[in-house]
């Protein structure tokens, strides 16, 4: 009986301790389920939007003013020589004291540079444009634009010149192929400088319709007008103040005419009442 009760005491202790460690143990944890494969996006080519047009483009009103100002231009060397009064050698007291310091200057060479300078300010804005904007209806419409600024300019530059025939500085020095030539006397006002500042006024103008307000285009413009400025003084062709009026004529035409042409969108009329009634504006971004 003794050895009875010594296996049943063990047989007990060894169900407890295995109760005991049933009790204890962790569940193993279920196998990690696989990670879903990452299926990347679909890729899908989207094409480049179109540029935007800023200008609205009427070319039977736009057409003739260029043509006109083309035909001043041309006709300037025909007008220079028949319609000019060659009437120098002239006295440097007929020019006021601040011009008259100019008269001496006679460089030929920045009489070349300042021609290099307006032809690169002519052709480098539409070639940009193109690369940028592509050959489409946009680049078109400000090409449209360009040339009618330049045009209009011209227009008035040949106004000017003629109707004022101002000696130049080279002129009143007394050198012999400006005394005796009609170009001698189209002094007033300087047409290097008008176009030069037209056609990249236009041009900063196309770049804060279509982009937004920026900077560097306008100090582009002034530096190069400044430039062109400088070297037809220098060559002796102008006096500062035909420089400046100018760079006026060429500034307020590459302004005014693509502000003319603009798609104006952002202009609107707004009525708000007031206490006498309502009032009627116009709300807008120039």
Not at 70 to 75: D, E, F, K, P
Not at 99 to 111: I, K, L, M, P, Y
Not at 187 to 213: C, D, I, M, P, W
């Amino acid at each position: 009986m003794p050895g009875s009760r010594r296996r049943g005491a063990l047989l007990g202790a060894g169900a407890v301790v295995l109760a005991m460690g049933t009790a204890n143990a962790q569940p193993d944890p279920p196998p990690a389920s696989e990670p879903a494969p990452v299926t990347p996006p679909e890729i899908r080519a989207t094409p480049a939007s179109p540029a935007v047009e800023v200008y609205d483009v009427r070319l039977l009103v736009d057409l003739p003013v260029i043509a006109v100002g083309a035909t001043a231009g041309l006709l300037r060397t025909y007008f220079a020589n028949h319609h000019v009064d060659q009437r120098c050698p002239c006295s440097l007291d007929e020019i006021n004291a601040f011009d008259r310091r100019f008269v001496g200057n006679h460089s030929d060479a920045a009489g070349l540079a300042s021609d290099i300078t307006v032809g690169l300010a002519l052709a480098v804005p539409p070639v940009l444009d193109l690369l940028v904007v592509g050959a489409n209806r946009a680049f078109a419409e400000d090409l449209t634009v360009l040339t009618e600024a330049v045009m209009v300019s011209t227009l008035f530059q040949q106004v000017a010149n003629f109707g004022y025939q101002r000696p130049r500085p080279r002129t009143y020095e007394g050198l012999a192929s400006d005394v005796h030539g009609g170009e001698g006397y189209l002094s007033f006002l300087a047409g290097h400088v008008a176009t030069t500042t037209a056609v990249l006024a236009a041009a900063s103008f196309t770049v804060r319709r279509r982009y937004g307000e920026q900077v560097w285009p306008w100090v582009v413009t002034g530096l190069v007008a400044a430039s062109v400025g400088a070297e037809r003084l220098l060559g002796g062709y102008h006096f500062p103040s035909d420089v400046a009026l100018g760079a006026a004529l060429g500034l307020g035409v590459g302004i005014l005419v693509p502000w003319l042409h603009g798609r104006h969108h952002e202009m609107q009329l707004a009525m708000t009442p007031t206490s006498g009634g309502y009032e009627v504006g116009m709300l807008g971004k120039f």
